[in-house]
């Protein structure tokens, strides 16, 4: 019998929302999941991501909304009943099985006869590639090689489902790269539909058809990988997706999306994302490999240019990051294809087009306060 998930259309979360004690670790999550999607919740520590996972799984009732699958309510149903997968960030396999053993569990106490347990438990080995494993302890494997096990123990049961949670948060560099590929190929050959919780940005823009990204347990922005990285609804989606170098200035000229800003010793030409007026406190996002030094060989710019000192050089490969101070003391994150020499004052130049501008907040939340901090714990 071959492994293949179980099918349905859609899966609606209206309205989800979870609180403890008061405090509200999830609030108002609209979310509809298309058969064979695979979604990402993204974001910081304590954003809400893995509750939102939880109560999707059963493990948290719900405390507002309601899930339903193909219009029918599935949050009233026990987690056993709800057919779905979960991979789980410490692989929570049974020391004491083998590998073989650990899979063929879920099977077992759904009393699956054993000639199709049999055959189901040897497609799910070989879907992760484990064969030459199948009798070992967890414990004489590797990190990835558990996470497969984790994994096959998930898809061997058909779920409509799979739930992920933060699955590779425990592997290495490279590994870590192995497994995404990995995923993402049972995910396609086997029509899975996935949830993925991840804080990692990169790891989500390579997997996701769609990302969910989450601030304080509120969704930000929903969009597709491309959307997300080049047009960020917010600043704050903004620099959970990479754009480092964040800078308050003041509103000079707008002409329709084309926007000066100045202060700081700056001047900068950039693009609005939401429209701002003249007198405005903006705040410019510029991703490092879009602020670039200036090639000695290179003629000096006229647009967007402004002087900084080296303060540190990392080596790359091909290029260097630059960690560098402007004339005001503002640190900023730039890239260059040559290694500058610390200390040295450089030019910096960028792409108006690159340079994305949001209204800034009145209130600086980067800077969380105790209450902050510990609903940040509690969404964790």
């Known amino acids: 019998m071959a492994i293949a998930a179980s099918k349905f259309e859609s899966l609606e979360l209206q309205g989800v929302g979870r609180s403890f004690g008061g405090i509200d670790a999830l609030v108002d999550l609209n979310l509809t999941v298309r058969a064979g999607e695979f979604i990402a919740l993204l974001g910081p520590s304590g954003c809400g991501k893995s509750t939102a996972l939880n109560c999707l799984a059963g493990l948290l009732p719900l405390t507002h909304g309601q899930i339903l699958i193909d219009g029918k309510r599935v949050d009233t149903v026990a987690a056993e009943n709800r057919g779905f997968g979960m991979v789980f960030q410490n692989y929570a396999l049974f020391p004491h099985l083998s590998v073989e053993k650990n899979i063929a569990f879920g099977l077992h106490m ?9 055959s189901r438990v040897a497609e799910a080995i070989a879907l992760v590639k484990l064969e030459q494993h199948a009798k070992k302890l967890p414990g004489q494997l590797s990190g990835g090689q558990q996470q497969r096990v984790a994994i096959a123990r998930a898809v061997v049961m058909e779920p409509r489902l799979v739930l992920m949670d933060e699955p590779l948060s425990n592997l290495d560099a490279k590994l870590r790269l192995e497994m995404r590929t990995e995923i993402r190929r049972l995910h396609q050959s086997l029509g899975l539909t996935t949830l993925y919780v991840t804080h990692d940005q990169e790891e989500a823009l390579s997997m996701a058809d769609r990302l969910v990204v989450l601030r304080e347990g509120r969704v930000q922005q929903i969009g597709t990988p ?67 030094v200036v090639s000695p060989a290179e003629p000096v710019r006229g647009a967007n240019t402004m002087t900084a000192t080296v303060s540190v050089v990392e080596y790359h490969g091909r290029e260097f990051a630059v960690g560098v101070t402007s004339p005001s003391g503002r640190g900023l994150h730039v890239h260059s294809d040559h290694a500058p020499a610390i ?9 108006p087009a690159r340079v994305l501008v949001y209204q800034a907040d009145a209130i600086d939340m980067e800077e969380l306060s105790v209450e902050e901090r510990e609903l940040a714990e509690v969404r964790r």
């Open 226 to 292: 491309e959307e997300l990285h080049n047009n960020p609804a917010n600043w704050r989606v903004a620099d959970f997706m990479g754009y480092r170098n964040l800078i308050d200035l003041d509103v000079t000229a707008v002409k329709g999306s084309a926007v000066t800003l100045e202060g700081e010793g700056f001047s900068l030409r950039g693009t609005a994302v939401l429209p701002v007026t003249v007198g405005d406190k903006a705040r410019a996002a510029i991703r490092p490999e879009d602020l670039v």
């Open 343 to 351: 200390g040295s004052t450089v030019e910096l130049t960028t792409d």
């Open 110 to 118: 759904r009393n699956v006869p054993k000639p199709e347990m049999k």
